[in-house]
C-alpha cells in the first residue's frame, strides 16, 4: 500500500435561477423520498454504484457493503443532513414464476447542508441502470430539496478521471470551481 493523491473537482450551481426540471423516470423505475427505513437500500444502491468504481480508491468504504452502510448512518445522522435532497431510485423487475413486481435499489443521492451551501454527498447509478437519466432525475430532486429548505446554491465534488460524471455535471449546468487533492492509501502505489 501507498498513498497517493487524487485530482477531484469542486463543481458549482447556482440555484437562485432553478425552475426544476420535468425530466421523466423511465418505465420500470420508481423514485421514493428519503425515509429512515430505506437506508439499507441507500447502502444497496451506493455499494453496486461504486464498488468497481475508481472513487472506491478513493473512498475505500464504498467498495464495502459494511462501508456503504456506515457510511449512510453517518450522513443522515449529521446535523446538516437535507431529507428533502435525499433520494433513492428503485428498478421495478417482475418475477417471471410468480409475477410479483420485485423493486431493488439501483440509484442514490444525499445532501447536506454546509456553510450555507447544498453540499451533495453521492450520486450513484448501478452500472447496469446507467445512460437512462437518472443521474439527472436524482440531481434534479436535490436541487428542489435544497431550494425547499432555503439554500441557493449546491456543490460536489468528482474526480477528474470520471470523465462521464463531470459531463453530467456540466450538461446539468455545474461549473468547474477549484481543484482539490484527496490522499488515498492504494494497493500497488508508490510509498
Not at 45 to 64: M, T, Y
Request: glycine fraction near 10%.
Amino acid at each position: 500500500m501507498g498513498m497517493t493523491y487524487f485530482k477531484r473537482y469542486r463543481m458549482e450551481f447556482d440555484l437562485r435561477d432553478w425552475r426544476g426540471d420535468d425530466a421523466r423516470l423511465p418505465e420500470g423505475y420508481e423514485l421514493l423520498p428519503y425515509l429512515p427505513g430505506l437506508l439499507r437500500e441507500h447502502a444497496i444502491a451506493k455499494f453496486n454504484s461504486f464498488k468497481e468504481e475508481l472513487d472506491a480508491n478513493v473512498f475505500p468504504c464504498l467498495s464495502r457493503r459494511d462501508g456503504c452502510l456506515r457510511l449512510m448512518r453517518e450522513i443522515t445522522s449529521r446535523g446538516d443532513f437535507v431529507p428533502d435532497a435525499t433520494w433513492l431510485i428503485r428498478a421495478l423487475e417482475t418475477n417471471p414464476k410468480t409475477g410479483a413486481v420485485q423493486p431493488y435499489a439501483v440509484g442514490t443521492i444525499q445532501g447536506l447542508s454546509t456553510e450555507g451551501w447544498g453540499s451533495i454527498q453521492n450520486v450513484g447509478i448501478d452500472p447496469a441502470h446507467r445512460g437512462r437519466g437518472l443521474g439527472s432525475i436524482l440531481l434534479s430532486k436535490a436541487a428542489t430539496g435544497f431550494r425547499a429548505v432555503g439554500l441557493e446554491r449546491m456543490h460536489l465534488e468528482v474526480t477528474t478521471e470520471n470523465t462521464g460524471a463531470v459531463r453530467l455535471y456540466e450538461r446539468l449546468g455545474f461549473k468547474r470551481s477549484s481543484v482539490v487533492y484527496k490522499a488515498a492509501e492504494v494497493a500497488g502505489a508508490n510509498a
